[in-house]
């Protein structure tokens, strides 16, 4: 059991930031890591449709990994199916809107942070919940921002092209005298030079991925589910777009080779629960 992988699931390849984080926090523990490219966005389904997603990618980990924990390494649907996943699989379930409105909480210093995040994030109002729930003062402003994640899956993420659509996105938070900012959405620390250009350097950017794999090495710790084997360790990957595509992005932004499989959009929509 505490050799079986850590599983990672995303819309896309965003989620690739939370796992760099969980590989660099965890140097000992296997993951694998699955984006489904090929149904992305998230951001504008429906709570329904996306919670059917998660639950077939949690399946699927589950049944042909063995996985011994799941990071939904994706805010919608964190937002959308967390509770439900939790309950219904039998391994700890971890996402990460939780732990980064905690690290919000305990960054800002003048109590307004804002909240840059897909539509279906931002229309949950989860983040703003969870922050008032650690700190009843805090004024929060939200933005949904899609255009950032069309940006990340296409690798632009310093151009002039990407720091004008940034700019765009974040307009409507500049003057709000934010001194915190939550990248609600995993594909977003990929841009966050351009968006810590765009909101301004007095603002300190909070990445949820950072707290999300310290929060699931606290729980893999309490539950005795630590890889404490210095057998070699692996990374596996699944995409269900365009796998040289993923590659090339995964390799560029893991700083590491990368080889996914593809997978099917049908073979994972066929898969039913057995718990």
Not at 48 to 67: G, M, P
Not at 213 to 221: D, G, P, S, W
Request: hydrophobic share 40%; net charge negative; glycine share 6%.
């Amino acid at each position: 059991m505490q050799k079986d992988p850590i599983g990672l699931m995303d819309s896309g390849v965003g989620g690739l930031t939370v796992l760099k984080e969980v590989q660099r926090l965890m140097p000992n523990e296997n993951t694998v890591f699955l984006g489904d490219q090929a149904r992305l966005p998230y951001g504008p389904r429906s709570v329904a449709e996306v919670t059917t997603f998660t639950r077939q990618i949690a399946s699927y980990l589950k049944q042909r990994a063995n996985i011994k924990m799941l990071i939904i390494a994706c805010n919608t649907a964190t937002a959308a199916a967390l509770p439900q996943i939790q309950k219904e699989f039998p391994f700890p379930v971890v996402g990460v809107i939780a732990p980064g409105a905690q690290a919000a909480v305990a960054t800002t210093k003048n109590h307004r942070i804002g909240v840059i995040a897909t539509e279906g994030t931002v229309k949950s109002d989860q983040y703003r919940q969870d922050i008032l729930r650690a700190d009843s003062q805090a004024v929060v402003k939200s933005a949904a921002c899609p255009a950032m994640v069309t940006l990340a899956e296409q690798n632009d993420l310093t151009s002039p092209h990407a720091l004008t659509v940034v700019s765009e996105s974040l307009a409507a938070l500049r003057g709000q005298q934010l001194d915190t900012l939550v990248m609600g959405c995993t594909h977003y620390p990929l841009l966050a030079g351009v968006i810590q250009q765009a909101i301004g350097s007095d603002v300190t950017l909070v990445d949820p991925g950072t707290a999300t794999a310290q929060r699931a090495q606290q729980i893999l710790a309490e539950q005795q589910l630590t890889n404490t084997s210095h057998d070699g360790v692996t990374a596996a990957y699944w995409t269900t777009g365009d796998a040289q595509q993923f590659d090339e992005l995964a390799t560029d932004w893991l700083g590491k080779s990368v080889h996914a499989q593809h997978l099917p959009v049908a073979e994972l929509a066929s898969l039913t629960e057995e718990n």
